[in-house]
């Protein structure tokens, strides 16, 4: 795609994940500002659009890790999983319209999306240290999804079914390589096995971090590595690429 | 034979609750004594979790005749053999078939 291309603002809404709305209130204050074509009619620069979202990365982290958290617009914020679960079904068609991708990797990136935001969920339901809800953006042209929370991280969750779990390295190699549930007695919780064995197999990269622990998984086909990290992440936070 | 088309509750099928929601929803319509296949068609993604509670949900109502149609949606045939491998029940049952089939 060329940098230079010229798109109109529901194209530009669409490549960027916030609604036609949110750019004319973006416009207003300043916050991107849209070029004007001879006719007075506006028009964003894709190369614009790309340096814009450069900060979604950071935005998500500073939600997951920040003591007290940025204010989100409210496309990246779903407080409740009904918000979230509509937000995916429309990234999905959003990414099959695009016509970048295949229609498997559409099926495959979708999934990874949904079971990771909706884990967030599930794992935190009516134990959200304080504020509920996910951060979730995307970037199609960026072919970058972010997602994070604020909740108890992976951790705490499954120590509820592995006490012994000691370490965030070990609750994630939990989390990924074995079938465990943090809602025990239900023999459930086996979302995370198949996110893993998709990334390690396609075209799909996944970073995942929980306190201090760090998953990786390469964008192109290859294995993935669970290690420590500087920074701790009380909750979730996860980059997909495509 | 009975047939639930999963384009019903919509073309991305995300979360546990919603599989069950969907489930509910599916019921009176459905007579336990009958087999039921499930259709995948038009959907363009399952999650595991929803998945995984719909089918548990459907096996546990007509003790286990389900199968699923064979499809090339790549997200189920992502998470077949991860639930094949979990779940040693009805649901495994159903999923190791369907996968058997498949491969035919």
């Not at chain 1, 795609?1 to 709305?21: D, P, Y």
């Not at chain 1, 496309?75 to 099959?96: I, N, W």
């Not at chain 1, 964008?219 to 979730?236: A, F, S």
């Amino acid at each position: 795609m060329t940098n230079e291309k010229k798109v109109r603002i529901g194209e530009a809404a669409k490549l960027l994940g916030v609604s036609v709305q949110t750019l004319r209130n973006w416009e207003k204050s300043g916050k991107l500002r849209p070029e004007r074509s001879e006719g007075k009619q506006r028009f964003y620069v894709l190369k614009d659009l790309n340096n814009f979202t450069l900060d979604l990365k950071m935005l998500g982290l500073a939600w997951a890790t920040s003591a007290i958290p940025p204010n989100l617009p409210s496309e990246y914020y779903c407080e409740r999983p009904d918000r979230f679960t509509s937000r995916v079904a429309k990234m999905g068609t959003e990414l099959q319209k695009s016509g970048e991708i295949s229609e498997d990797l559409v099926s495959l990136v979708t999934l990874i999306a949904g079971e990771i935001g909706d884990n967030s969920f599930a794992h935190n339901l009516g134990n959200w240290p304080e504020i509920p809800g996910i951060f979730y953006a995307y970037n199609i042209t960026k072919r970058i999804i972010v997602l994070a929370d604020r909740g108890r991280g992976v951790k705490i969750t499954l120590q509820q079914v592995r006490p012994n779990l000691t370490t965030d390295v070990e609750a994630l190699n939990v989390a990924f390589t074995e079938i465990v549930s943090g809602r025990n007695p239900e023999k459930r919780g086996n979302g995370l096995k198949v996110v893993r064995n998709i990334a390690e197999s396609k075209e799909i990269g996944l970073l995942f971090r929980s306190g201090i622990g760090l998953v990786t998984i390469p964008l192109h086909p290859g294995r993935m590595e669970i290690k420590m990290t500087d920074g701790n992440v009380p909750g979730t936070y996860a980059i997909i690429q495509f | 034979m009975q047939t639930i088309q999963l384009k019903k509750f919509g073309s991305v099928l995300v979360s546990r609750p919603a599989g069950l929601e969907a489930f509910n929803a599916v019921r009176p319509q459905l007579n336990p004594d009958v087999p039921i296949q499930i259709d995948f068609d038009q959907v363009l993604t399952v999650t595991p979790s929803w998945l995984d509670e719909f089918l548990t949900q459907l096996t546990d109502y007509n003790g286990g005749k389900v199968e699923l149609i064979p499809t090339k949606n790549a997200s189920v045939l992502a998470t077949l053999p991860v639930l094949a491998a979990a779940r040693k029940d009805f649901v495994s049952a159903t999923v190791l078939r369907a996968i058997e089939r498949m491969r035919e």
